[in-house]
């Protein structure tokens, strides 16, 4: 046997062992989400109808022809030695259903064998044939297997068997022991047309979405034994084809092809896809529920508040009978009759007389009268003076009028919320010593009424006043 040949019956071999591996792509658990499901690249709806794949492809490929097969061996061919030829071919094929196909086959190429087997006379009457395989057109059903996988999304081998029938046209040549060459038939230039059936098997490789590496044997059985020219034997003629090529898939390239999908995946990825949008559902009601929750809690601040609010317009702290919110003269002294805004009824008509002595009193309170800088906070040091005010107030049950003064020093407002302030501090500190706080007025004046000029510092000093009026 040759070099070339044995390389061949090697590949071929090979082909066969190969197609008992199931060798699977990685399950790949990276999808990608939509708006309404989870999709991987090979993912369909299952019951999806055949629009939703792509069915037809079309391949070519090249290889071996040899009129060696498996089935048998090289003692038994009418030629004892064959060799190695090129061959070549393509097809076209239309996927069924995921496991089935039709397929139209074209194959052409050369075959070559030396030593015929001997005649009755004992010795080989031909040295070689050339046969040269014009066509070998076939329809065959193609068979793929392990496509349904329940472990991987997609299988990265395709295993397949096929098997056919077809007519073949050839013309064979053969050369004498002598060297001379003659063809086979004398007319019609010498061309055979026979029928044949074509079995095979092979393995397919994805390389990309929609196409494959197509590995295959097949052996072709031809309905005479005619194929070399030399008709010898009670057997008919065969061949073998062993090749490699590309297939490739027609249609839209988002569509998987039909060949290779694994409608098992599928049926998983809608179940997970189902199983997510019932997590989302729960989900949805879960933060439904928890809006609801926030809902009633804030009822219940906003029912806590109003009572407060309530209890609050019900809340007498004096006990004077004024309820704390209408009361404009609050921690009124217990037994104190009072008037409809909670302060002190006015005491009956006395006449008083203010003295000099009682002057002395206010003079001095006003002379130690001090404030913190730019605020309305007594200082220490006044306190002792307005105590003894305080005392004459609720002595004689006298009137004041409290008026504050300022400079022109900083902004009118300022000043007039200042002198206001001011007055305010110091008739809320002689009634919480007593004091009847209807008695007493305080009113601020801000920079409008000085007594100086405030062109001087001794000035703006006299300027800084809060008058006391007695009566």
């Not at 068979?143 to 068997?161: D, M, S, V």
């Not at 063809?183 to 994805?206: M, W």
């Amino acid at each position: 046997m040759k070099p070339q040949f044995k390389k061949a019956a090697l590949l071929v071999t090979g082909i066969l062992a190969g197609s008992q591996l199931f060798a699977q792509s990685p399950d790949s658990s990276k999808v990608k989400t939509t708006d309404t499901a989870t999709h991987f690249n090979d993912y369909v709806k299952p019951f999806s109808g055949g629009d939703a794949f792509r069915s037809w492809s079309i391949g070519i490929n090249g290889g071996v022809l040899t009129p060696f097969t498996i089935f048998g061996n090289n003692n038994r061919q009418d030629f004892t030695s064959p060799n190695a030829q090129i061959g070549y071919g393509g097809f076209i094929k239309k996927q069924i259903l995921p496991s089935f196909g039709l397929q139209a086959d074209f194959l052409a190429g050369k075959l070559q064998a030396d030593n015929s087997q001997p005649n009755g006379t004992g010795s080989s009457p031909f040295s070689r044939f050339d046969t040269k395989l014009n066509y070998a057109a076939s329809l065959s059903a193609n068979f793929t297997l392990a496509n349904i996988n329940w472990r991987h999304q997609k299988g990265f081998i395709q295993p397949y068997l096929t098997v056919g029938g077809g007519i073949m046209g050839y013309t064979p040549v053969l050369t004498a022991a002598d060297g001379s060459k003659s063809n086979f038939k004398t007319d019609n230039n010498g061309h055979v047309r026979e029928v044949f059936i074509p079995v095979g098997a092979g393995l397919k490789f994805d390389l990309a979405p929609g196409v494959n590496l197509d590995l295959g044997y097949q052996v072709n059985f031809v309905n005479s034994d005619n194929l070399d020219g030399y008709n010898i034997g009670s057997t008919n003629d065969r061949f073998s084809y062993g090749h490699i090529g590309l297939e490739f898939a027609l249609g839209s390239r988002s569509k998987p092809q039909l060949a290779t999908h694994n409608p098992v995946a599928s049926m998983r990825t809608e179940y997970l896809t189902q199983e997510q949008a019932l997590q989302n559902s729960l989900q949805a009601q879960q933060s439904q529920i928890d809006a609801e929750k926030a809902k009633n809690d804030q009822l219940r601040n906003d029912l806590n508040t109003t009572n407060a609010n309530l209890a609050k317009l019900t809340t007498d702290s004096d006990g004077d009978g004024v309820p704390d919110v209408n009361d404009k003269c609050p921690n009124t002294p217990a037994n104190t009759k009072v008037d409809g805004s909670g302060c002190p009824l006015p005491a009956p008509d006395v006449k008083v007389y203010v003295t000099e002595e009682d002057r002395k009193v206010v003079k001095e309170a006003i002379k130690n009268l001090e404030f913190d800088f730019g605020k309305s906070t007594l200082r220490d040091h006044s306190l002792p003076s307005l105590d003894k005010v305080a005392a004459l107030l609720v002595a004689k049950n006298f009137s004041l009028k409290l008026a504050g003064h300022t400079d022109n020093v900083g902004s009118a407002d300022a000043n007039l919320k200042l002198s206001k302030d001011r007055a305010e501090s110091i008739k809320a500190y002689l009634v919480s010593k007593g004091a009847n706080a209807s008695r007493i007025e305080a009113t601020g004046y801000g920079k409008t009424q000085p007594i100086a000029t405030n062109k001087t510092a001794a000035g703006r000093q006299l300027n800084r006043r809060v008058e006391f009026t007695l009566f």
